[in-house]
């Protein structure tokens, strides 16, 4: 049953996803602000889709820790789950991606309407630099900014390297970093087809103030207490 149910969601992903691909050309026109209202509608039915067909359900717990400012959101990354929800949850945002990523058919569209900060990691340094300017640009116009500090997705109770490029752009621009922590890959796991039925936990961490904190305190404080609270939830 579950591998019937995973393939009648891939079935209902591709159809909605190229439904809103072939939609895109009436949305790309509008201001940043504005594609973000109007692509707002996806997650929500994807997520949907999600426990219909799949029984998968999802649970946010510390929703009151999100700032009211725009600030640096740094998750733990496991499926593509978090994804979706994290546009569910959280309020305008972008999303800092590998450039590659808007060249896949259909859903590289969207994500490209989502203006993300698409980086080409080979370059190393001059990749960092337009991280930091492109970064505060976007905080200055209100939108919150989104990584994934492990720079891919980790298997279910791995660990990754925390990166340091979210916690230096956070302290750059002066802003807080808001922590993520979830166990989606119990249940979709990386890079996985099935897609097992339960309840995934997010829990959104309190807001880290990084006034006077060198990247690298803001990293591993970040750091500690994501993989303390995958401690808890596993």
Known sequence: MTLIRSILFALAQAVYTLGYALFSPFIFPFGQHMRHRLLSGFAPGMLWML????????EVRGLENIPKQACVVLSKHQSAWETL????????????????LLWI???GWLLALSSPIALDRSKGKAAMKELLTKGKEKLQQGFSIVL???????????????????????????VPVLPVAHNA????????FIKKPGTIVMVIGPAIDTTGLKAEEINARTEAWIEDEMTRLG
């Open 51 to 58: 426990k219909v067909i799949c029984g998968i359900r999802m």
């Open 85 to 100: 929800s994290l546009q569910l949850v959280l309020p305008p945002h972008a999303w800092v991606a590998k450039r590659e």
């Open 105 to 107: 058919p259909f859903f």
């Open 148 to 174: 994934f500090p492990e720079g891919t997705r980790m298997p279910y109770g791995e660990r990754g390297k925390y990166k340091i490029g979210g916690a230096l752009l956070a302290s750059h621009a002066g």
């Open 185 to 192: 890959g119990k249940f979709w796991g990386r890079n996985a």
